[in-house]
């Protein structure tokens, strides 16, 4: 992605590389369910509930953007901590309506290492 965003141009590779992907998805949800009727059913859910596809723009955006710019290893280190985090984050106040886990010394230090191996790639 941030090779052809360099090439088109950052939202035009975002806007193209997502259209590429409704196209497959539905042909699949064809395919498998040979029917659309889930989406009619994803359109009467919350909202708040489609953040996922607005999340999904987001990852890519940022790895089309960072990409070129501090290397693919470094981009794909930093996207899994901060999910990995935001994932931490979810667990402890039992948002989205999970159930609460508590931050153990476990998943803490294994946020830390990730985090730190996340920082020490961005160094070339």
Same mark, same amino acid.
């Given at each position: =992605?941030?090779?052809?965003?360099?090439?088109?141009?950052? +939202?035009?590779?975002?806007?193209?590389?997502?259209?590429?992907?409704?196209?497959?998805? +539905?042909? =699949?949800?064809?395919?498998?369910?040979?029917?659309?009727?889930?989406?009619?059913?994803?359109?009467?859910?919350?909202?708040?509930?489609?953040?996922?596809?607005? =999340?999904?723009?987001?990852?890519?955006?940022?790895?089309?953007?960072?990409?070129?710019?501090?290397?693919?290893?470094?981009?794909?280190?930093?996207?899994?901590?901060?999910?990995?985090?935001?994932?931490?984050?979810?667990?402890? +106040?039992?948002? +989205?309506?999970?159930?609460?886990?508590?931050?153990?010394?476990?998943?803490?230090?294994?946020?830390?290492?990730?985090?730190?191996?996340?920082?020490?790639?961005?160094?070339?």
């Amino acid at each position: =992605m941030g090779r052809f965003g360099e090439r088109i141009g950052v +939202f035009e590779a975002l806007a193209f590389a997502s259209a590429v992907q409704a196209l497959l998805t +539905f042909a =699949m949800v064809l395919a498998v369910r040979q029917s659309v009727s889930g989406y009619v059913d994803a359109a009467r859910q919350p909202p708040w509930l489609w953040l996922g596809g607005v =999340m999904g723009a987001f990852i890519v955006l940022t790895i089309t953007i960072a990409t070129p710019r501090i290397g693919t290893a470094a981009t794909i280190g930093l996207l899994i901590a901060g999910q990995l985090a935001m994932g931490v984050v979810i667990d402890r +106040f039992g948002l +989205f309506g999970f159930e609460r886990i508590a931050i153990s010394w476990p998943r803490a230090f294994g946020l830390v290492l990730l985090g730190t191996g996340a920082a020490l790639s961005l160094h070339r």
